[in-house]
């Protein structure tokens, strides 16, 4: 396996996630992912090692969305349509309905931030960037990333909280 085909193994799982909960919907996450690899492997010589090929490849992503947006006059309350299962094992159907619960409350609260700070929640939990890529990405600094994640995390616990 070259070192493309290594890349692309641990990327593409991150960027499908990215859309997946973006959209709400598998095949257009699906089709997204799809065209973000294409437009990185048309554009390859454009890279050019600033950034690692993660965040060049998130950049890309992200400008896709952004096109699929104005191009479909997307809906941004999709969030709520949003349901991800966890990777714990799940004995119970009691125990699948408040994993299905807590998950929908969660992305509810994501859902009510702003488009910059919610930005920066699904990049970080669904792209599992480091907050270095994502301050590039945002063009802000990594310490702002980094802060401005923590503070939205408390925002949400606490918001969270009241609804219990």
């Known amino acids: 396996m070259n070192k493309l085909e290594e890349e692309y193994e641990e990327i593409q799982p991150k960027i499908y996630a990215f859309f997946y909960a973006k959209t709400g919907n598998q095949a257009t996450a699906q089709d997204l992912c799809h065209d973000t690899f294409y437009e990185a492997c048309k554009n390859i010589t454009s890279f050019n090692g600033v950034s690692t090929l993660s ?20 809906q941004r309350s999709l969030m709520q349509k949003l349901s991800l299962m966890p990777e714990t094992e799940i004995n119970t159907l009691e125990e699948l309905a408040e994993i299905k619960e807590d998950t929908k409350k969660l992305l509810y609260h994501i859902s009510k931030l702003e488009d910059s700070a919610r930005e920066i929640v699904l990049l970080r939990i669904y792209g599992e960037l480091s907050f270095a890529e994502i301050g590039v990405l945002i063009g802000k600094s990594e310490n702002y990333a980094r802060v401005t994640f923590h503070r939205l995390k408390l925002k949400i616990q606490k918001a969270m909280e009241l609804t219990l």
């Open 55 to 74: 965040t060049w490849m998130f950049s890309i992503a992200v400008n896709l969305l952004k096109k699929h947006y104005r191009k479909n006059k997307y």
